[in-house]
Nanobody, 129 residues
Framework: QLQLVESGGGLVQPGGSLRLSCVVS????????IGWFRQAPGKEREGVGC????????NYEDSVKGRFTISRDNAKNTVYLQMNSLKSEDTAVYYC??????????????????????YGKGTLVTVSS
């Protein structure tokens, strides 16, 4: 079973930037698509975007398209979420997720969970002046 640990959250002013990291252990990251999600206070968890196993394809939700970028360094077993031009509505706990099987190299964008089964505990991002 994979373990995921997110980090990099914090307090940032509107218009600022943050980079979140997701360190994955328990298997080689090379085979797995990884998704990013967030949950704002009082709301359900929602998808942010997803990256396939080799980083060759990324998909983003409309709310973050053009502002957020997902990348990965499989040698470091780490996936990143670069967040620019942050808005107050981006305030949330951010999670990364991984599928149960190493056979899922692509993101299942037709599903709200992108096909992810395991999640980390999350890191809090607060956008406020």
């Amino acid at each position: 079973q994979l373990q995921l640990v997110e980090s990099g959250g914090g307090l940032v002013q509107p218009g600022g930037s943050l980079r979140l990291s997701c360190v994955v252990s328990g298997d080689t990251l090379d085979y797995y698509a990884i998704g990013w999600f967030r949950q704002a206070p009082g709301k359900e968890r929602e998808g942010v975007g997803c990256i396939n196993n080799n980083g060759g394809k990324t998909n983003y939700e409309d709310s973050v398209k053009g502002r957020f970028t997902i990348s990965r360094d499989n040698a470091k077993n780490t996936v990143y979420l670069q967040m620019n031009s942050l808005k107050s509505e981006d305030t949330a706990v951010y999670y990364c997720g991984a599928p149960m099987t190493s056979l899922q190299a692509m993101c299942l964008m037709n599903r709200p969970d992108y096909g992810m089964d395991y999640y980390g505990k999350g890191t809090l991002v607060t956008v406020s002046s």
